[in-house]
Nanobody
């Protein structure tokens, strides 16, 4: 059974940094592309980033380009989301999910983690 567990969320001041981790079990992380999504109160879920399993191709939501970086460590079956220069608008629950591909940021997730809360506030 595929399981994904997010960690690393917390409270951070505007302009600060935070790194989220997505640990997979039940399958090799390299079998699937992995996407990060987020959902803020009162808003639709949106795709944040995606990393391919076939090569080093990555994709980002326009509003996080230049601030967020997605990476993977297949040995550890872990995908990371490095978040820099955080803004209050980044406050949301962040989820990771397996993807069929990274063709679109908001493409459907297949298997999901339960999420980790990121709060950006002074």
């Amino acid at each position: 059974q595929v399981q994904l567990v997010e960690s690393g969320g917390g409270l951070v001041q505007p302009g600060g940094s935070l790194t989220l981790s997505c640990l997979a079990s039940g399958f090799a992380y390299s079998y699937y592309p992995i996407g990060w999504f987020r959902q803020a109160p009162g808003k639709e879920r949106e795709g944040v980033s995606c990393i391919s399993n076939l090569d080093d191709n990555t994709a980002y939501l326009d509003s996080v380009k230049g601030r967020f970086t997605i990476s993977r460590d297949n040995r550890k079956n872990t995908v990371y989301l490095h978040m820099n220069r955080l803004k209050p608008e980044d406050t949301a629950i962040y989820y990771c999910a397996t993807r069929s591909d990274c063709a679109t940021i908001d493409g459907a997730g297949l298997s999901w983690g339960l999420g980790t809360q990121v709060t950006v506030s002074s």
